[in-house]
DNA sequence: CCTACCGATCGGTAGG
DNA sequence: CCTACCGATCGGTAGG
């Protein structure tokens, strides 16, 4: 057994904030995670609210990135949403608890660092707003679409599936991905 | 003033509840928000694990309300799903704080009101399947649809709402419930 | 519903 | 990373 990491910490905190969330989780549950006293944390970080920040800045990060990959593989809008959808569903699988914690436990941050967090959060869904309106004004997408609110759906749809996708059932992660695409598909150009 | 009523405390810790978690609401907090000592709720509740229970038992009482008024109120399954459409948005706006910490603090119930917490969303949930199920086989929605994951994005997309509909903006109650209701219709029966 | 209080646990620190 | 510890706060109770 080796010394821990503060990448280790941090994963550790990621695990535990997800399971039983920020004010959930003591710094001695994370110490029996990691198989160190709580106490023993503080030689690697600052204090609790230090793990949060890390822990969702990581969440955020990996969101952003897989944004920027969606806009530099296509030129097309349709295609670029279906990478916007394809790539968020894989950070929710490859990166679960960070994920997680980003979506639920943001809230906790103090003040400076959750206003950051909020407008990281509100320029990751201006690129689906933007994405969607794209189509529509290619005439792709119905016309009488409202990006913004679109926009706000698909998210809810994307972020709601690490609540009950467990990657064990029916349902594979290209399944998924197909089904979810096809669903927003129809419901951003679709007539009914 | 006069003295507080069981119901006046659920309701405070419901508000307490939805915006701090119940992790993050100590019993001296919901005696400061409602004007008495901490240790003087317990004149009025057994403990901190009963208030999760009043508050979230009430919170899945309101939707399963409206999903026995939806399928009483109609026959047709695409008029059913808007109203089961339109009764979540109405719970979700009147009832917030209960909705919000039903959805979102469940978990940290114990083990046997979980469990039952549980069953009973899934039910409410096999409400929306068999609905959209209805719909496919009388022909209404597309053939390939899988009625499960259709219920679960319909769901996503109503219970995201509590996280950034604040009912001062530009869209009405009344817009909201339409164009959820019309891009749910696309997705479930549109062509694309 | 308040006074007065309890043991347990919390985040965190000094020193090694 | 552990030993030993701190003040603050936690959920909760007895008695009025």
């Not at 990448?7 to 710094?27: E, Q």
């Not at 030689?43 to 890390?54: F, P, T, Y």
């Not at 990751?124 to 004004?137: G, L």
């Not at 609540?163 to 096809?182: C, F, K, M, Q």
Request: net charge negative; hydrophobic share 40%.
């Amino acid at each position: 057994m080796s010394r821990l990491s503060r990448d280790d910490i941090v994963a550790g905190a990621g695990r535990r904030f997800a399971l039983y969330g920020y004010h959930g989780t003591s710094m001695r549950d994370l110490g029996d995670d990691l198989g160190i006293l709580g106490s023993s944390i503080y030689a690697h970080i600052g204090g609790k609210q230090e793990l949060l920040v890390a822990v969702v800045e990581r969440g955020a990060s990996f969101f952003e990135t897989s944004a920027a990959h969606a806009l530099d593989s296509a030129t097309q809008p349709l295609e670029i949403l279906r990478l916007l959808i394809s790539g968020h569903i894989d950070v929710l699988i490859e990166h679960r608890s960070e994920a997680r914690t980003y979506l639920t436990e943001s809230f906790f941050l103090a003040e400076d660092e959750r206003t950051k967090i909020i407008a990281a959060r509100d320029a990751y869904e201006q690129v689906f707003a933007d994405t969607i309106e794209a189509a529509r004004d290619a005439g792709e997408a119905r016309p009488d679409l409202d990006p913004r609110l679109a926009a706000i759906y698909v998210l809810s749809i994307l972020n709601a599936i690490e609540r009950w996708y467990d990657g064990h059932g029916r349902v594979s992660r290209e399944n998924l991905i197909e089904d979810v695409s096809s669903f927003v598909r129809r419901g951003v150009c679709g007539e009914a």
